[in-house]
């Protein structure tokens, strides 16, 4: 009996280790296919993946193929456009500039007082008094825009070029029985009403400097009477404040004149050359029309031959920008 349990014992310790020995290699075959099939699956994706990014490209490099060429008529019309921009004329700023017409006031701080004008001789002893100091002027002039921030330095501040002339007017010395005359004349009676250099001039031309017999030469009252006048021609910086205002006040810290004055001078001297100051302001009262008033002063710091130049004007001005 125990014989018959350990055979059938044997018999299935045999037949279970030769199932297991069958079954091992299938196992074991199974798990390496598995693992070569996951590699090929893996490399497959991979390929895949580089397919369709290959393809995508290609969709690119043909999409750019196909897209069609730059328009060469629009090109020629946008250069068209930009020929005409550059060739149309630009916009012109308006009021900028300034041509303006000035009048007014005029004073000399010394009158004159020569053998021209205040018939001096002899020390005036013999003369008939000096000019007057106050008269008249009249002028014209522009502004010519150099900058509208001086340069960089301050905003809505204009710097202006101004050229500008005025004419000044003192008077008329008139000579009635100036006793030089006659006294030049040797005590005549006639011809009286000339000043002291005129009649001088008059008596050497006929000859003579005296007696009853040249009274004529003295002239027939052609030199009774004397205009004494004066010629200012500047150049000066002008800088304009408010920029875009309608009110706006300016100043001159400087400028150069050349002042031409009539008669000239003992020594026939007509040109003195000086410096101008001024101040004033402007307002526009209708688009580039521009009405002011302004006040100036003159100095030569030295006279002419003994005719001092220096003076100031005060007045108004109507402007016309450009």
Known sequence: MINKTKLALGIATATL??????????????????????????????????????????????????????????????????????SAPKEKKTQDNLIFFRG?????????????????????????????????YIGAGFDFGLTDNVWGLM???????????????????????????????GGATTNTSNNSLCTLINLAAAGGTAGTGLTGAAGTNSCNGVNVSQLTLAASPKIKFMKGSAFRPWIIPFGLTINVISPPSNGVTVLNPGMQFGTGAEYAIWKAIKVGADVRYNLTGRSVDGVNTDGMTAGGYLGIGF
């Open 17 to 86: 280790t030769m199932a297991s020995a069958l079954v091992s290699p299938q196992a074991m075959a199974l798990s390496k296919a598995e693992r070569v099939a996951e590699a090929a699956s893996n490399k497959a994706d991979a390929l895949e993946a580089q397919l369709q990014a290959m393809q995508a490209e290609l969709n690119s490099l043909r999409a750019a193929a196909n897209r069609p060429a730059v328009d060469s008529g629009k090109v020629q019309e946008l250069d068209q456009w930009m020929a005409s921009v550059k």
């Open 104 to 136: 007014g006031f005029a004073h000399n701080d010394v009158k004159r007082n020569d053998l021209l004008t205040g018939n001096q001789f002899a020390g005036n002893a013999l003369g008939q008094g000096q000019t007057n100091r106050d008269g008249w």
């Open 155 to 185: 905003d809505n501040t204009d710097v202006m070029a101004e050229l500008m002339f005025d004419y000044r007017n003192f008077g008329a010395k008139q000579y009635e029985n100036v006793a030089t005359s006659r006294a030049l004349q």
